[in-house]
């Protein structure tokens, strides 16, 4: 029989994502969520104490006068060895794995997952998924690590900076990582293997390849200060405060990095996220069976035959059209922007 704490145990095995501040260690975020898991499944109720037979001896008072024999009587009473006081919390240990980390100057979305769900953790990063971030820049300065934390080591003008040459920087680094992309998926684009992969939008580098971005735009420019949006594949932080440094020196300038938040980490958003205060069991149960009712519910959706979008069908019969009449360049195109949802 399964005690009220292993039941809620078994509730807290499942993925789910915390918003991580900026500032602390990924470490300390997860020990604190490993010591909340930890209270609110040691303060379920416990089973009520067993049982044993014990033979009392009988109160000399009920013992005849002149009789010698020892009267002993049967007694059911607690047993102490399993009370929490005597043996401690019934669990003291939790597994709590973490997967895409973020340094201690980056916040965002954070997974993680508890007791048997560190297996799916691992599979969702082996299936390449991609993660949006919001990068906060400054234009004027240089760092020795592109970050505003860093040892400043040159300032520069901006003035002659706007934001259509700013765009433009940004379309040309698109472009190239697009290349890249294609060239890391070791795809051949003439085939029919390289258009359904397309089609399906599940183009990926193959092995191990540098940092990718599959996307790169502007949210806000008011100089020095511009923010931009990317989303990547095998980046690390020091790789997306490097994205703004190269981003001012193709504008002749100078850029640091102010701030990077993760906004999205494959199918987990900051929608998602847990803030500080519901690092809790409850509300850990809770995020765990969203994430699965809403998998369950997309698997069901791209099973059922006949949801192709008008874009999508657009596309195919464009993909079509110029694979019969020989327009490689025109393949090319179609399947680059099927690649990257453009």
């Known amino acids: 029989m399964t005690t009220p704490s292993v039941r809620v145990f078994h509730k807290l095995e499942g993925l789910f994502s915390i918003y991580k501040p900026p500032g602390v260690h990924w470490k300390l975020v997860r020990d604190t969520v490993k010591t909340n898991l930890l209270k609110g499944i040691n303060a379920a109720p416990p089973p009520a104490p067993r049982q044993r037979v014990q033979f009392l001896a009988e109160p000399t008072g009920v013992v005849a006068e002149g009789s010698n024999e020892l009267t002993l009587s049967v007694a059911s009473v607690p047993t102490l ?15 709590v794995g973490v997967g895409h980390r973020l340094d ?34 400054e234009l004027g300065m240089a760092t020795d690590n592109f970050s505003h934390t860093g040892r400043l080591i040159e300032r520069t003008t901006y003035d002659h900076i706007t934001r259509d040459k700013l765009e433009r920087v940004l379309a040309m680094m698109q472009g190239s990582n697009q290349k890249a992309l294609l060239t890391y998926s070791k795809v051949d684009m003439s085939t029919q293997e390289a258009y359904e992969l397309a089609v399906k939008g599940e183009l ?18 008011q100089p020095p200060h511009f923010t931009l ?32 938040r993760r906004t999205r980490d494959g199918p987990f958003t900051l929608q998602h996220a847990l803030t500080h205060q519901h ?14 009712s809403s998998r369950k519910a997309s698997k ?12 999508a069908s657009q596309r195919q019969e464009m993909a079509e059209e110029a694979a019969v009449t020989g327009d490689s360049h025109r393949l090319h195109s179609v399947l680059t922007s099927k690649a990257f949802g453009s």
Not at 204 to 221: A, C, E, V, W, Y
Not at 242 to 252: M, P
């Open 81 to 95: 060895a399993h009370h929490p006081l005597v043996s401690g919390p019934e669990f003291q240990h939790i597994g």
């Open 104 to 137: 201690v100057f980056s916040s965002g979305v954070l997974v993680l997952g508890v007791g048997q769900a560190n297996k799916a953790l691992t599979d969702l990063y082996r299936s390449h998924v991609t993660r949006d971030y919001t990068l906060e820049g």
């Open 204 to 221: 990926h580098p193959d092995g191990k390849s540098p940092p990718i971005m599959t996307g790169l735009r502007l949210l806000h420019f």
């Open 229 to 260: 949006e990317v989303q990547c594949l095998n980046e690390t932080q020091r790789y997306l405060c490097r994205i703004l440094h190269e981003v001012g020196l193709e504008l002749r300038s100078t850029a640091v990095c102010k701030g990077v």
């Open 279 to 292: 690092w809790t069991s409850p509300d850990v149960i809770q995020a765990i069976r969203q994430y699965c």
């Open 300 to 311: 069901a959706k791209h099973t059922q035959p006949g949801k192709d979008t008008g874009t």
